[in-house]
T-cell receptor
Framework: AQRVTQPEKLLSVFKGAPVELKCNYS??????LFWYVQYSRQRLQLLLR??SRESIKGFTADLNKGETSFHLKKPFAQEEDSAMYYC??????????FGGGTRLMVKP | NAGVMQNPRHLVRRRGQEARLRCSPM?????VYWYRQLPEEGLKFMVY????????ESGMPKERFSAEFPKEGPSILRIQQVVRGDSAAYFC?????????????FGQGTRLTVV
């Protein structure tokens, strides 16, 4: 069975500080991993996926198969980054599993 | 393409009534996922459906909850005899199920309040 773990429910940082939101997964196959963001009372939006290896809004995430991690990073947090962040895994059977989410609060 | 549409956006039900939540996936999407989000909590998987089939319902309570995705029309999440603990936001997502590079798109959710 696949599992996605986000160990921190809440992460609070000051504006301009680096941010790392942790995500670990367990899956026996080759996973497709994503980060979704949910701004206050809005729908979830795709932030980035490991396949495209792109940077969105200054965020990056690298898949580390050895550590089974897909941590989300940003060197300098902005207040508008405050949101709920979800790590997600698509398996080969198209089953989409989310982690429990991390609420990021960026203080001025 | 209007995106994933959920209705109603807000639903108020008295204890014991039935709640029916609808999700119209994006055009061309045959895979639908339902999630529940309690206040200040993360997303909890409920059920995964493809057209006319339930693929995984391991996150859905066995009692009172059911889901369907008929050949024609939206996916329906049905909650019978609602209780206060059912109050939550229910999100639907859809995808093409096309394997690599597939992506799930979310609706705006239905906020169910049981009074």
């Amino acid at each position: 069975a696949q599992r996605v773990t986000q160990p921190e429910k809440l992460l609070s940082v000051f504006k301009g500080a680096p941010v790392e939101l942790k995500c670990n997964y367990s899956y026996s196959g080759s996973p497709e991993l994503f980060w979704y963001v949910q701004y206050s009372r809005q729908r979830l939006q795709l932030l980035l996926r490991h396949i495209s290896r792109e940077s969105i809004k200054g965020f990056t995430a690298d898949l580390n198969k050895g550590e089974t991690s897909f941590h989300l990073k940003k060197p300098f947090a902005q207040e508008e980054d405050s949101a709920m962040y979800y790590c997600a895994l698509f398996n080969a059977g198209n089953m989409l599993t989310f982690g429990g989410g991390t609420r990021l609060m960026v203080k001025p | 393409n209007a995106g994933v549409m959920q209705n109603p956006r807000h639903l108020v039900r008295r204890r014991g009534q039935e709640a029916r939540l609808r999700c119209s996936p994006m055009k061309g999407h045959s895979h639908v996922y339902w999630y529940r989000q309690l206040p200040e909590e993360g997303l909890k998987f409920m059920v995964y459906l493809q057209k006319e089939n339930i693929i995984d319902e391991s996150g859905m309570p066995k009692e009172r909850f059911s889901a369907e995705f008929p050949k024609e029309g939206p996916s329906i999440l049905r909650i019978q005899q609602v209780v206060r603990g059912d109050s939550a936001a229910y999100f639907c997502a859809s995808s093409t199920g096309a394997g690599m590079n597939t992506e799930a798109f979310f609706g705006q959710g239905t906020r169910l309040t049981v009074v």
